[in-house]
């Protein structure tokens, strides 16, 4: 298991693990977030279309799922983690939300987020006309950006990559599978647990680059101190009950063991699709001030 002590881009090859503390804006700020991310390619899967950034001095992590032929959905997935990475160290502070205006009624961590995941999609879309090889690739992708003063978050996602946030004994999906079962349950409640279970599993609905532009869900709440955030690709989700994430979890004795035992635990269940799994944890205040860049 390879340790790494700082990543703009982690490809997801094997075991992975980062843990980066973040400082608060200004002295008086009583909280600062603890990054820690992992990823795996699991029992069945020759190769993992999944990757993870995180960057703490820009307070955001993702997690991106590829998708398509060969292996154009790993290509997917770099690309829209890459170019996470680049949009954040070249635009933020500098040009705002370039190549997009921004949206006067979201806030400029909702805008840097809708920016950045719209600007992904753009690059994987392009990419997939140039060959047949790449031609249909995607990727699901869920990234969460926390204000300077961690007393914020803001997640958005497309896809069925997960964020959930665990709060003392309570765990909470915060975002809603963009998926045909999911869409099925959202838009037809009148539907029955039989007829729903009759469709086709495991359908996207939305996704990064599959056409020139994507609509972004988002969430913005705030932050306690002691919550934690576990953003995960669907070999996670679709092997581990939410119930046995929180338990997972809560018993670790830091975000690194929580990584492993999370993607040790899908595996134990079967490790049937890649694994990833990005923590962030919400606590005291005792780094010196960091600026955001």
Request: net charge negative; charged share 25%.
């Amino acid at each position: 298991m390879a340790r790494l002590a700082r990543c703009d881009f982690l490809p997801a090859r094997g075991y992975q693990e980062l843990a980066l503390e973040r400082g608060p804006a200004s002295t008086l700020s009583p909280m600062q977030t603890r990054f820690a991310g992992m990823t795996d390619t699991g029992l069945l899967r020759e190769h993992n279309e999944d990757s993870f950034v995180l960057l703490p001095e820009y307070g955001i992590v993702a997690v991106a799922d590829g998708m398509g032929g060969h292996r154009s959905g790993d290509v997917a997935s770099q690309l829209a983690i890459s170019t996470l990475s680049d949009f954040f160290s070249v635009v933020v502070g500098h040009d705002g939300t370039w190549p997009f205006p921004a949206d006067p009624n979201l806030s400029e961590e909702e805008n840097y987020v809708v920016t950045s995941l719209r600007l992904a999609n753009r690059r994987i879309f392009d990419r997939s006309l140039r060959t047949m090889a790449d031609f249909g690739m995607g990727t699901t992708i869920v990234a969460a950006m926390f204000t300077m003063t961690a007393d914020k978050v803001t997640v958005g996602h497309v896809g069925d990559s997960r964020c959930y946030r665990i709060r003392g004994a309570d765990i909470l999906q915060m975002t809603r599978d963009h998926s045909l079962i999911s869409d099925a349950r959202h838009m037809a409640p009148w539907m029955t647990d039989e007829e729903v279970s009759q469709l086709p599993p495991n359908v996207i609905t939305r996704a990064l680059g599959i056409r020139e532009d994507v609509m972004v869900d988002l969430l913005t709440e705030e932050t306690q101190l002691g919550d934690v955030y576990v953003l995960c690709s669907d070999g996670l989700s679709g092997m581990v009950t939410d119930e046995q994430i929180h338990e997972t979890v809560t018993k670790a004795p830091s975000l690194d063991e929580a990584s492993k035992s999370l993607i040790d635990r899908a595996n134990f269940y079967g490790g049937t699709d890649n694994i990833t799994a990005v923590l962030v944890r919400i606590e005291e205040g005792d780094a010196p001030p960091v600026a955001r860049k």
